[in-house]
């Protein structure tokens, strides 16, 4: 397992903005798929978007036209921008890696990915 560091949570109101960071221990960055999950008190741990080498992305419903995944590869780094905030949103954020390359239809598929970190706390107040 590669080592995953998140950086870039907080706390905002609703409707405003976050920008989610994670740096990748792996020289190997650029080959493997990479993804966001967020896990909510009491709840599941769930993938929130994903990115593949080729650069296709996919989101949940839950994040599609809020959030976006990016990443930069000179970096090993990938970053989820989070726009117009929501309570429902408050959850513990999760930056994941796949051992390989994942297919577009794939990048939200838990059992695609690894690797995790240790988490960064997104809360949005109402």
């Known amino acids: 397992q590669l080592e995953l560091v998140e950086s870039g949570g907080g706390s905002v109101q609703a409707g405003g903005s976050l920008r989610l960071s994670c740096t990748a221990s792996?020289?190997?960055?650029?080959?493997?798929?990479i993804g966001w999950a967020r896990q909510a008190p009491g709840e599941e741990r769930v993938m929130v978007a994903g990115?593949?080498?080729?650069?296709?992305?996919r989101y949940a419903a839950s994040a599609s036209g809020r959030f976006t995944i990016s990443r930069d590869n000179t970096r090993n780094t990938v970053y989820l921008q989070m726009n117009n905030l929501k309570p429902e949103d408050t959850a513990t954020y999760y930056c994941?890696?796949?051992?390989?390359?994942?297919?577009?239809?794939?990048?939200?598929?838990?059992?695609?990915?690894?690797?995790w970190g240790q988490g960064t706390q997104v809360t949005v107040s109402s």
């Open positions: 994941t890696a796949g051992n390989d390359f994942c297919l577009p239809q794939e990048l939200l598929d838990a059992t695609q990915y690894a690797s």
């Open positions: 792996t020289p190997l960055f650029s080959h493997i798929c």
């Open positions: 990115i593949s080498v080729g650069q296709a992305e």
